[in-house]
C-alpha cells in the first residue's frame, strides 16, 4: 500500500471520490485551485490503477493545514487513511512543518479516532462551520 503524489491527471477520480464520501464535496474546480496553488501537497492510494483514497494539504512557513481525507467506503477501515495520514505528516516534516491541523466533523467519530491515534489533540470547536450548520472541531499535532 504505496501512496503517490497527486497529478493533474488524478483530478476526476478524485472529485468522484469525493463526491461519494462527503454530503458537501469540494467541487472539480476547488480541487484543481487548490492543487495548482502554492504550497500545496496531495497524496493518492490506488488498488488496481483505482484511486481509493487521499489527502491534500497545504504547508505555510512552519504550518501544514490538512484540508482533505477521504477513504472509499469499501476501503475503510483497513488503514488506507491511516497510510494518507502518514504521507501527509512525512511530507510536511520534509517541507519544514512544526505544527499540522485540521477540522473534523464533530459527527465523524471514525476520523477524531484515526486522528487521535495519530498524535492530533482538540484544541477547540468552529460551530456551525460547514455548510448544513454541523460545528467542527479544531485539532492540531506538534511535528
Known amino acids: 500500500m504505496n501512496g503517490r503524489a497527486w497529478t493533474f491527471r488524478d483530478l476526476d477520480a478524485i472529485a468522484a471520490l469525493e463526491r461519494e464520501c462527503f454530503s458537501d464535496p469540494w467541487s472539480?474546480?476547488?480541487?484543481a485551485d487548490s492543487f495548482l496553488s502554492d504550497g500545496f501537497f496531495g497524496t493518492v492510494l490506488e488498488e488496481e490503477g483505482a484511486i481509493v483514497a487521499y489527502g491534500g494539504m497545504h504547508i505555510a512557513f512552519d504550518e501544514a493545514e490538512v484540508e482533505l481525507v477521504a477513504v472509499s467506503e469499501m476501503y475503510r477501515r483497513c488503514g488506507r487513511g491511516g497510510k494518507v495520514l502518514e504521507d501527509l505528516i512525512?511530507?510536511?516534516?520534509?517541507?519544514?512543518?512544526?505544527?499540522?491541523?485540521l477540522e473534523v466533523r464533530v459527527s465523524?467519530?471514525?476520523?477524531?479516532?484515526?486522528?487521535?491515534?495519530?498524535?492530533?489533540?482538540?484544541?477547540?470547536?468552529?460551530?456551525?462551520?460547514?455548510?448544513?450548520g454541523e460545528d467542527a472541531i479544531v485539532m492540531r499535532k506538534e511535528l
Open 108 to 132: 465523524n467519530s471514525a476520523a477524531q479516532i484515526l486522528y487521535l491515534k495519530n498524535g492530533f489533540t482538540g484544541l477547540y470547536c468552529r460551530t456551525r462551520y460547514y455548510p448544513d
Open 28 to 31: 472539480r474546480r476547488m480541487l
Open 90 to 101: 512525512d511530507i510536511a516534516r520534509e517541507r519544514g512543518a512544526k505544527k499540522m491541523f
